[in-house]
T-cell receptor
Framework: AQSVTQPDIHITVSEGASLELRCNYSYGATPYLFWYVQSPGQGLQLLLKYFSGDTLVQGIKGFEAEFKRSQSSFNLRKPSVHWSDAAEYFC?????????FGQGTILTVHP | DVKVTQSSRYLVKRTGEKVFLECVQDMDHENMFWYRQDPGLGLRLIYFSYDVKMKEKGDIPEGYSVSREKKERFSLILESASTNQTSMYLCASHLSSGGVYGYTFGSGTRLTVV
């Protein structure tokens, strides 16, 4: 069965600081991996995805993620956080069928 | 852009009521999904559908049913609402051959059962 673990429930960073959100997955084949962001009261927006090729993928809003097969990880990074990045972030694994989501990480940004 | 529309942003229903949550997408997607979102639990899949009149159980189907009579519309039904079904419900869709592009989500329906 596929599963996703986001070890950090809540992360607080200062504006301008770097960010890394952790994601570990379990999947029986080559995984398709996704990061979504959810602003308060909104649906989920796709930040980036990985399904093959270069293991470092670029997404919207200056985010990137690196797929590491040996560690079963797909961590999300941003070099300099903006106050508008405060939101909840979800990692997901799946393919042509259903996606399985992690528990989410809430990001708080201090001025 | 694909749009997934959920008919209600907020709903308050009484225990025992039959509740319908509606979801419509406008890009001819074959696959549609219903998730519920609870703090600390992330998103959990309730039901999904690969085609009209087809449905598959997800991870937590108990207490729910679905209906897909038309390709663009996927309804979630709570046969007899209970307080433990108070949650945020999210609908999503994608093309059958486009799963790698990720889902498109609606804005969600926050349901409170009293």
């Amino acid at each position: 069965a596929q599963s996703v673990t986001q070890p950090d429930i809540h992360i607080t960073v200062s504006e301008g600081a770097s960010l890394e959100l952790r994601c570990n997955y379990s999947y029986g084949a080559t995984p398709y991996l996704f990061w979504y962001v959810q602003s308060p009261g909104q649906g989920l927006q796709l930040l980036l995805k990985y399904f093959s090729g270069d293991t470092l993928v670029q997404g919207i809003k200056g985010f990137e993620a690196e797929f590491k097969r040996s560690q079963s990880s797909f961590n999300l990074r941003k070099p300099s956080v903006h106050w508008s990045d405060a939101a909840e972030y979800f990692c997901a694994v799946g393919g042509y069928g259903k996606l399985t989501f992690g528990q989410g990480t809430i990001l708080t940004v201090h001025p | 852009d694909v749009k997934v529309t959920q008919s209600s942003r907020y709903l308050v229903k009484r225990t025992g009521e039959k509740v319908f949550l509606e979801c419509v997408q406008d890009m001819d997607h074959e696959n549609m999904f219903w998730y519920r979102q609870d703090p600390g639990l992330g998103l959990r899949l309730i039901y999904f559908s690969y085609d009209v009149k087809m449905k598959e159980k997800g991870d937590i189907p108990e207490g729910y049913s679905v209906s897909r009579e038309k390709k663009e519309r996927f309804s979630l039904i709570l046969e007899s609402a209970s307080t433990n079904q108070t949650s945020m419900y999210l609908c999503a869709s994608h093309l059958s051959s486009g799963g790698v592009y990720g889902y498109t989500f609606g804005s969600g329906t926050r349901l409170t059962v009293v």
